[in-house]
């Protein structure tokens, strides 16, 4: 998979919002290690960008 450059350059959130979302799912990925994790060679950071930006799951930040 590689990355959603076009996607990215179009999103029109706030980016550290968007960092921090898809630093958390890419971690959730590695850890999880799925069938599509490694049909995709472990590029985990690609498939949680691509997850985030399709809105096929969604995130919320806490205020901590």
Known sequence: MIMPLEA???Y?????E???AVSMRAYQLAVLQT???EKNNGKVVS????EILDKTI???????
């Open 8 to 10: 990215l350059i179009n």
């Open 12 to 16: 029109s959130g706030n980016a550290y």
């Open 18 to 20: 968007l960092a921090a």
């Open 35 to 37: 069938p599509e994790v």
């Open 47 to 50: 498939m949680a960008t691509q």
């Open 58 to 64: 969604g995130y919320k930040l806490l205020a901590g």
